[in-house]
Protein backbone atom coordinates (compact mmCIF):
# COMPACT_ATOMS: atom_id res chain seq x y z
CA UNK A 1 0.00 0.00 0.00
CA UNK A 2 1.51 3.48 -1.09
CA UNK A 3 1.15 6.70 1.67
CA UNK A 4 -0.45 9.64 0.83
CA UNK A 5 1.77 11.42 2.67
CA UNK A 6 5.28 11.54 4.51
CA UNK A 7 3.06 11.71 7.94
CA UNK A 8 2.84 8.75 10.09
CA UNK A 9 0.49 6.19 10.54
CA UNK A 10 -2.96 6.68 11.80
CA UNK A 11 -2.46 3.91 14.37
CA UNK A 12 0.84 5.36 16.00
CA UNK A 13 -0.58 8.82 15.57
CA UNK A 14 -3.75 7.72 17.82
CA UNK A 15 -1.27 5.94 20.02
CA UNK A 16 1.29 8.59 20.62
CA UNK A 17 -1.17 11.31 21.17
CA UNK A 18 -3.67 8.61 23.74
CA UNK A 19 -7.03 9.46 21.12
CA UNK A 20 -9.02 6.08 22.58
CA UNK A 21 -12.43 6.47 20.39
CA UNK A 22 -15.19 7.99 22.77
CA UNK A 23 -18.67 6.42 22.12
CA UNK A 24 -20.39 9.74 23.48
CA UNK A 25 -18.52 11.74 20.51
CA UNK A 26 -19.75 9.03 17.83
CA UNK A 27 -16.31 8.46 17.20
CA UNK A 28 -15.53 5.38 14.74
CA UNK A 29 -12.36 6.13 12.94
CA UNK A 30 -11.07 5.76 9.43
CA UNK A 31 -7.18 4.16 9.31
CA UNK A 32 -6.52 3.32 6.02
CA UNK A 33 -5.37 5.81 4.40
CA UNK A 34 -6.28 4.39 0.92
CA UNK A 35 -9.27 4.34 1.76
CA UNK A 36 -9.65 8.30 3.00
CA UNK A 37 -8.60 8.84 -0.31
CA UNK A 38 -10.88 7.51 -1.82
CA UNK A 39 -13.47 8.99 -0.16
CA UNK A 40 -11.63 12.30 -0.87
CA UNK A 41 -12.23 11.61 -4.39
CA UNK A 42 -15.78 11.30 -4.33
CA UNK A 43 -16.27 14.52 -3.45
CA UNK A 44 -15.15 15.43 -6.92
CA UNK A 45 -12.06 17.99 -8.20
CA UNK A 46 -11.14 19.90 -5.09
CA UNK A 47 -8.22 22.03 -6.46
CA UNK A 48 -10.64 25.08 -6.64
CA UNK A 49 -12.85 24.43 -3.70
CA UNK A 50 -12.60 25.24 0.29
CA UNK A 51 -13.65 22.16 1.84
CA UNK A 52 -15.42 22.52 5.04
CA UNK A 53 -14.78 18.93 7.36
CA UNK A 54 -16.95 18.45 10.43
CA UNK A 55 -14.89 15.79 13.03
CA UNK A 56 -11.58 15.37 11.50
CA UNK A 57 -10.98 13.22 14.79
CA UNK A 58 -6.91 12.31 14.10
CA UNK A 59 -7.51 13.82 10.65
CA UNK A 60 -7.60 10.12 7.95
CA UNK A 61 -10.04 11.97 5.80
CA UNK A 62 -8.30 15.38 6.04
CA UNK A 63 -5.16 13.79 5.06
CA UNK A 64 -7.25 12.30 2.32
CA UNK A 65 -8.74 15.67 1.33
CA UNK A 66 -5.45 17.71 1.26
CA UNK A 67 -3.79 14.82 -0.69
CA UNK A 68 -6.10 15.03 -2.88
CA UNK A 69 -5.33 18.74 -3.94
CA UNK A 70 -8.24 20.72 -1.75
CA UNK A 71 -7.67 24.40 -2.21
CA UNK A 72 -8.31 24.61 1.70
CA UNK A 73 -9.63 22.48 4.47
CA UNK A 74 -11.32 23.87 7.49
CA UNK A 75 -11.86 21.14 9.78
CA UNK A 76 -14.77 21.56 12.91
CA UNK A 77 -13.83 19.17 15.74
CA UNK A 78 -15.54 19.51 19.26
CA UNK A 79 -12.35 16.93 20.95
CA UNK A 80 -9.80 19.33 21.60
CA UNK A 81 -7.31 15.46 22.32
CA UNK A 82 -7.54 15.40 18.64
CA UNK A 83 -5.63 19.02 18.35
CA UNK A 84 -2.10 17.91 18.46
CA UNK A 85 -2.70 15.31 15.59
CA UNK A 86 -4.59 17.98 13.44
CA UNK A 87 -0.99 20.06 13.87
CA UNK A 88 1.01 17.99 12.48
CA UNK A 89 -0.91 17.63 9.45
CA UNK A 90 -1.47 21.22 9.26
CA UNK A 91 2.32 21.66 9.15
CA UNK A 92 2.53 19.44 6.67
CA UNK A 93 0.12 21.33 4.16
CA UNK A 94 1.86 24.94 5.12
CA UNK A 95 -1.98 27.24 5.04
CA UNK A 96 -3.81 25.09 3.84
CA UNK A 97 -5.62 23.75 6.94
CA UNK A 98 -7.06 25.32 9.45
CA UNK A 99 -8.73 23.69 12.66
CA UNK A 100 -11.68 24.88 14.95
CA UNK A 101 -12.12 23.32 17.89
CA UNK A 102 -15.62 23.36 18.53
CA UNK A 103 -19.49 21.82 18.03
CA UNK A 104 -20.43 22.11 14.30
CA UNK A 105 -24.08 22.55 15.56
CA UNK A 106 -22.88 25.89 16.98
CA UNK A 107 -19.91 27.44 14.62
CA UNK A 108 -20.66 29.45 12.34
CA UNK A 109 -17.70 28.61 9.38
CA UNK A 110 -18.99 30.92 6.93
CA UNK A 111 -16.69 33.48 7.84
CA UNK A 112 -13.49 31.34 6.93
CA UNK A 113 -14.53 30.01 3.64
CA UNK A 114 -14.69 31.14 0.17
CA UNK A 115 -16.42 29.72 -2.37
CA UNK A 116 -16.64 27.64 -3.83
CA UNK A 117 -17.19 25.74 -0.95
CA UNK A 118 -17.69 21.93 -0.72
CA UNK A 119 -18.05 19.48 2.43
CA UNK A 120 -16.78 16.62 3.03
CA UNK A 121 -17.27 14.43 6.18
CA UNK A 122 -17.49 11.18 8.28
CA UNK A 123 -19.90 12.17 10.23
CA UNK A 124 -20.85 12.24 14.15
CA UNK A 125 -23.78 9.78 13.84
CA UNK A 126 -25.68 11.72 16.87
CA UNK A 127 -25.64 14.36 14.49
CA UNK A 128 -25.14 13.61 11.12
CA UNK A 129 -29.07 14.30 10.55
CA UNK A 130 -29.38 17.34 11.76
CA UNK A 131 -26.40 18.65 9.92
CA UNK A 132 -28.06 17.56 6.17
CA UNK A 133 -31.46 18.83 7.65
CA UNK A 134 -29.97 22.19 7.82
CA UNK A 135 -27.44 22.52 5.08
CA UNK A 136 -30.73 21.56 3.01
CA UNK A 137 -33.11 23.95 4.64
CA UNK A 138 -30.86 27.47 4.27
CA UNK A 139 -32.74 30.43 4.20
CA UNK A 140 -32.42 30.84 0.73
CA UNK A 141 -31.27 28.17 -2.30
CA UNK A 142 -28.63 28.38 -3.91
CA UNK A 143 -26.78 27.43 -0.41
CA UNK A 144 -23.28 28.01 0.41
CA UNK A 145 -22.22 24.54 -0.55
CA UNK A 146 -21.63 23.03 -4.07
CA UNK A 147 -21.83 19.72 -3.07
CA UNK A 148 -21.69 17.40 0.11
CA UNK A 149 -20.00 14.24 0.55
CA UNK A 150 -20.72 12.70 3.74
CA UNK A 151 -20.81 9.37 5.65
CA UNK A 152 -23.50 8.45 7.63
CA UNK A 153 -24.66 4.99 8.91
CA UNK A 154 -26.01 2.96 5.38
CA UNK A 155 -29.30 3.34 7.23
CA UNK A 156 -29.80 6.99 6.82
CA UNK A 157 -27.94 6.96 3.73
CA UNK A 158 -30.81 4.59 1.74
CA UNK A 159 -33.63 7.42 3.87
CA UNK A 160 -31.59 10.10 1.50
CA UNK A 161 -31.82 8.62 -1.85
CA UNK A 162 -34.91 6.27 -1.36
CA UNK A 163 -37.64 6.45 -4.22
CA UNK A 164 -41.33 6.28 -3.35
CA UNK A 165 -42.30 2.83 -2.51
CA UNK A 166 -39.47 2.21 -0.63
CA UNK A 167 -40.19 1.77 3.12
CA UNK A 168 -36.72 4.23 3.51
CA UNK A 169 -39.12 6.86 1.95
CA UNK A 170 -40.11 9.74 3.59
CA UNK A 171 -39.09 13.60 4.57
CA UNK A 172 -35.35 13.44 4.40
CA UNK A 173 -35.62 11.63 0.58
CA UNK A 174 -38.20 14.60 -0.26
CA UNK A 175 -36.04 17.31 1.01
CA UNK A 176 -32.45 16.08 -0.37
CA UNK A 177 -33.90 15.08 -3.35
CA UNK A 178 -36.24 18.33 -4.04
CA UNK A 179 -33.34 20.83 -4.43
CA UNK A 180 -29.90 18.28 -4.53
CA UNK A 181 -28.83 15.50 -6.91
CA UNK A 182 -28.61 12.28 -4.41
CA UNK A 183 -26.43 8.96 -5.23
CA UNK A 184 -24.56 6.60 -2.69
CA UNK A 185 -21.45 6.24 -4.08
CA UNK A 186 -19.82 3.91 -1.56
CA UNK A 187 -20.62 1.24 0.71
CA UNK A 188 -18.34 0.37 3.79
CA UNK A 189 -18.33 -2.65 5.79
CA UNK A 190 -18.07 -2.23 10.12
CA UNK A 191 -14.71 -3.49 9.84
CA UNK A 192 -13.49 -0.50 7.96
CA UNK A 193 -13.76 1.88 10.66
CA UNK A 194 -11.75 1.69 14.30
CA UNK A 195 -13.89 0.93 16.94
CA UNK A 196 -16.19 -1.59 14.24
CA UNK A 197 -19.59 0.70 14.76
CA UNK A 198 -23.00 -2.24 14.44
CA UNK A 199 -23.99 -0.98 11.39
CA UNK A 200 -22.54 -0.83 7.82
CA UNK A 201 -21.86 2.53 6.71
CA UNK A 202 -22.78 4.46 3.35
CA UNK A 203 -21.57 7.92 1.62
CA UNK A 204 -23.54 9.79 0.06
CA UNK A 205 -22.53 12.24 -2.64
CA UNK A 206 -25.37 15.25 -2.88
CA UNK A 207 -24.74 18.29 -5.08
CA UNK A 208 -26.69 21.42 -4.91
CA UNK A 209 -29.19 22.14 -8.00
CA UNK A 210 -29.35 26.01 -9.19
CA UNK A 211 -33.08 25.84 -8.67
CA UNK A 212 -35.38 23.43 -7.09
CA UNK A 213 -36.85 20.40 -9.35
CA UNK A 214 -40.39 21.73 -8.68
CA UNK A 215 -41.57 25.31 -7.41
CA UNK A 216 -42.86 25.41 -3.98
CA UNK A 217 -42.24 27.34 -0.88
CA UNK A 218 -40.46 25.90 1.16
CA UNK A 219 -41.92 26.28 3.94
CA UNK A 220 -45.53 25.26 3.07
CA UNK A 221 -43.75 22.06 1.48
CA UNK A 222 -42.05 20.98 5.17
CA UNK A 223 -45.06 21.77 6.79
CA UNK A 224 -47.34 18.98 4.26
CA UNK A 225 -44.40 16.46 4.19
CA UNK A 226 -44.26 16.65 8.08
CA UNK A 227 -47.92 16.16 8.28
CA UNK A 228 -47.99 13.49 5.56
CA UNK A 229 -45.04 10.93 6.99
CA UNK A 230 -46.00 11.99 10.61
CA UNK A 231 -48.46 9.31 9.83
CA UNK A 232 -47.17 7.80 7.25
CA UNK A 233 -49.31 4.24 7.11
CA UNK A 234 -52.83 7.04 6.83
CA UNK A 235 -54.54 7.89 3.94
CA UNK A 236 -53.13 11.64 3.13
CA UNK A 237 -56.61 12.98 3.66
CA UNK A 238 -56.65 12.14 7.20
CA UNK A 239 -53.23 13.05 7.75
CA UNK A 240 -53.33 16.33 6.14
CA UNK A 241 -57.14 17.41 7.25
CA UNK A 242 -55.88 19.44 9.63
CA UNK A 243 -54.23 21.82 6.76
CA UNK A 244 -56.93 23.14 5.20
CA UNK A 245 -60.69 22.01 5.16
CA UNK A 246 -61.00 21.60 1.37
CA UNK A 247 -58.47 18.75 1.90
CA UNK A 248 -59.85 16.37 -0.97
CA UNK A 249 -59.89 18.76 -3.41
CA UNK A 250 -56.65 20.03 -3.14
CA UNK A 251 -55.30 16.62 -3.26
CA UNK A 252 -57.29 15.68 -6.50
CA UNK A 253 -56.15 18.90 -7.96
CA UNK A 254 -52.49 18.15 -7.23
CA UNK A 255 -53.25 14.51 -9.04
CA UNK A 256 -53.31 12.57 -5.84
CA UNK A 257 -56.28 10.26 -4.39
CA UNK A 258 -57.12 11.27 -1.25
CA UNK A 259 -57.09 7.83 0.31
CA UNK A 260 -53.20 7.16 -1.17
CA UNK A 261 -50.25 6.70 1.50
CA UNK A 262 -47.64 8.87 1.41
CA UNK A 263 -44.96 7.07 0.92
CA UNK A 264 -47.01 6.36 -2.71
CA UNK A 265 -46.68 10.04 -3.52
CA UNK A 266 -43.70 11.48 -5.69
CA UNK A 267 -42.18 14.62 -4.96
CA UNK A 268 -43.63 16.28 -8.27
CA UNK A 269 -46.82 15.31 -6.72
CA UNK A 270 -45.85 16.94 -2.99
CA UNK A 271 -44.64 20.28 -4.79
CA UNK A 272 -48.57 20.72 -6.32
CA UNK A 273 -50.11 19.78 -3.33
CA UNK A 274 -47.69 22.71 -1.80
CA UNK A 275 -48.46 24.99 -4.41
CA UNK A 276 -52.20 24.12 -4.33
CA UNK A 277 -52.15 24.88 -0.76
CA UNK A 278 -50.28 28.04 -0.89
CA UNK A 279 -52.78 29.41 -3.79
CA UNK A 280 -55.97 28.08 -1.37
CA UNK A 281 -54.80 30.01 1.81
CA UNK A 282 -53.97 32.72 -0.15
CA UNK A 283 -57.69 32.84 -1.57
CA UNK A 284 -58.85 32.20 2.01
CA UNK A 285 -57.15 35.88 2.82
CA UNK A 286 -58.95 37.41 0.68
N1 LIG B 1 -13.08 12.04 10.38
C1 LIG B 1 -12.55 11.05 11.31
C2 LIG B 1 -12.36 9.74 10.59
O1 LIG B 1 -13.01 9.57 9.53
O2 LIG B 1 -11.62 8.89 11.06
C3 LIG B 1 -13.42 10.89 12.52
C4 LIG B 1 -14.86 10.56 12.26
S1 LIG B 1 -15.80 10.15 13.70
C5 LIG B 1 -17.11 9.22 12.96
C6 LIG B 1 -16.68 11.66 14.12
C7 LIG B 1 -15.81 12.81 14.61
O3 LIG B 1 -16.68 13.93 14.90
C8 LIG B 1 -15.02 12.56 15.88
O4 LIG B 1 -13.71 13.00 15.72
C9 LIG B 1 -15.74 13.39 16.96
O5 LIG B 1 -14.88 13.84 17.99
C10 LIG B 1 -16.28 14.53 16.13
N2 LIG B 1 -17.47 15.19 16.70
C11 LIG B 1 -18.47 14.64 17.44
N3 LIG B 1 -19.42 15.55 17.73
C12 LIG B 1 -19.01 16.72 17.14
C13 LIG B 1 -19.56 18.03 17.08
N4 LIG B 1 -20.71 18.34 17.67
N5 LIG B 1 -18.87 18.98 16.40
C14 LIG B 1 -17.69 18.69 15.80
N6 LIG B 1 -17.13 17.47 15.83
C15 LIG B 1 -17.77 16.50 16.49
Known sequence: MSAIDNLPPLREVIARHDLRAKKQLGQNFLLDLNLTAKIARQAGDLRDCDVL??????????????AEGARHVLAIEKDARALPALAEIAAAYP???SVINGDALRVDPLQHLTPPICV?????????????IRWLTPPDWPPFWQSLTLMFQKEVAERIVARPGSKSYGRL???????????????????????????????V????LPEPRFPADPAVLSRVTAAAFNQR?????????????QIDTLLRDAGIAPTARAEEIELERFCALARGLSAARAADRG
Do not use: C, D
Request: glycine share 10%; charged share 15%; proline share 10%.
Open 53 to 66: EIGPGPGGLTRGLL
Open 120 to 132: AANLPYNIGTELL
Open 173 to 203: ALLAQWRAEAQIVMTLPPEAFVPAPKVHSAV
Open 205 to 208: HLTA
Open 95 to 97: GRL
Open 233 to 245: RKMLRASLRGLHP
